[in-house]
């Protein structure tokens, strides 16, 4: 994991910070991270950019989400992100690790062969309107807009296809046939 941090030459603090936090020093890493936060201010933006794109992708792939902890992603690392939307608004990357749904659904737009935008779009779909449903079998109304879900199924339904591992294709194939059957059943 650390190979592409190194080449990048100034990751050495953030390192500490995950190597520390696994050993369970909490105080100390949280200093490794406030050290590192000042050192990352200070790098140039394509940098900061290889730096966002790695840790995330990392992340998700290994679905280590202490990568990620809070004020790093939502103080720093979100801010940048934005930023760079603004910035290359027809760039898939900083879109795919945004934290808006919307944001996620036009990395889809801009690279809909992408593995990773097409996993975390479909995964943050299914969570979003699971907890929409979450009630409805005990008898509660449907939480959220069934319309909307519905079309939001509609509309990644078939991105599926582009999806290159059968496995996840096929378990989000299923969850989403799940979901879409109560949201049209939630209908009015």
Not at 40 to 62: C, G, M, W
């Amino acid at each position: 994991m650390f190979d592409k941090l190194q080449q990048l030459g100034w990751c050495d603090k953030y390192i500490q910070y995950v190597l520390l936090k696994q050993k369970g020093l909490i105080r100390q890493a949280k200093q490794s991270l406030v050290d590192f936060i000042k050192i990352y201010q200070e790098q140039p933006k394509v940098d900061r950019r290889k730096f966002i794109d790695y840790v995330n992708s990392e992340a998700l792939h290994t679905k280590d989400y202490d990568l990620l902890p809070y004020n790093l992603y939502n103080e720093v690392l979100l801010p940048d992100t934005l930023l760079w939307i603004k910035e290359e608004p027809l760039n898939f990357i900083p879109y795919k690790w945004s934290s808006k749904l919307e944001l996620v659904k036009t990395a889809l737009q801009l690279a809909p062969s992408d593995q990773e935008t097409l996993i975390l779009y479909g995964n943050r779909l299914i969570q979003k309107i699971a907890m929409n449903q979450h009630e409805v079998s005990r008898g509660y109304q449907y939480d959220g807009n069934a319309k909307d879900d519905y079309e939001a199924i509609d509309f990644y339904q078939p991105y599926l296809e582009n999806i290159q591992d059968a496995a996840n294709r096929e378990s989000l194939a299923i969850q989403l046939a799940d979901l879409k059957a109560c949201a049209l059943d939630n209908i009015n």
